[in-house]
């Protein structure tokens, strides 16, 4: 296996497969209603449809970077609020964020191995935080971590909904 089908598998794993971390993301939204992922049971923290906004944003801007975009913000916003609280709208988050993967994976499908050295865009801020001057491959490892990483924070607060906490 290549690296590149070796980070499509392992986005893959995260998102609805069998993580070695723990549920993957579909597994821990599974049966989660609007009203629970609006509610911010643990003081400081995002909401799980804050989360899945985030993710689903960041996504898309990474597939923007591999495409020589250059490297910015999500142009939809870092961290959105719910624009409305209702099944249909959470249903319609949870569709945009396997969307925004699948749309990521066909990009992916079509790189060379030698792909992933070429470097993303070039910054078009001056904010530090916006990392630029990396190779695609770190911008995908990047993506791995922060999905892992939210999908983590999603298991907390679900755990922090069923618990009364």
Known sequence: MNDVAFVVDQLLQGYAGDPWHGPSTVALLAGVTAEEAATHPVA??????????????????????????????????????PAECSADAWAAVRNDLGESLSALLQDLGALMESDLEAKVGALSSRDPTVT??????????????????????????????????
């Open 44 to 81: 400081g923290a995002h909401s799980i449809w804050e989360l899945v906004l985030h993710m689903t944003a960041w996504q898309n801007e990474v597939r923007k970077r591999l495409a020589g975009k250059p490297a910015t913000f999500p142009s939809e916003g870092d961290w959105r609020q």
């Open 132 to 165: 630029t001057d990396v190779t695609r491959r770190a911008t995908l490892c990047g993506l791995l971590q922060h999905n892992a990483y939210h999908s983590g924070q999603i298991a907390l607060v679900r755990k922090a909904l069923h618990s009364g906490a």
